[in-house]
């Protein structure tokens, strides 16, 4: 994400539906780890769970500068213990 436009979060406090859950569960499965993107979108995943304290482990990986706003981002989501999607404005 480059720029430096100020981002905001917009949060959706709608909980994910039982075919959300299943659908992110199964979705971590596929993801490789190995893979800095497929990471990044494992930790989302895990936070959008409930799974805080995976996700924040999964964050302290090494990163390339291109995802440290996500995951900056990401950490406040984690920190704050809110599992609701949450939609990045520039």
Avoid: C, H, W
């Avoid at 709608?14 to 299943?22: A, G, N, Y």
């Amino acid at each position: 994400m480059a720029g430096k436009s100020s981002k905001k979060i917009s949060n959706n406090k709608k909980p994910l539906s039982i075919e959300e859950v299943t659908n992110l569960k199964r979705l971590s499965l596929l993801l490789d780890p190995l893979n800095e993107n497929q990471l990044l979108m494992l930790a989302e995943a895990k936070r959008e769970l409930g799974e805080f304290k995976e996700a924040s482990i999964l964050l302290q990986e090494p990163f390339s500068e291109n995802y440290i706003q996500s995951i900056s981002l990401i950490q406040k989501l984690v920190k704050a213990r809110n599992p609701f999607v949450a939609e990045i404005r520039s």
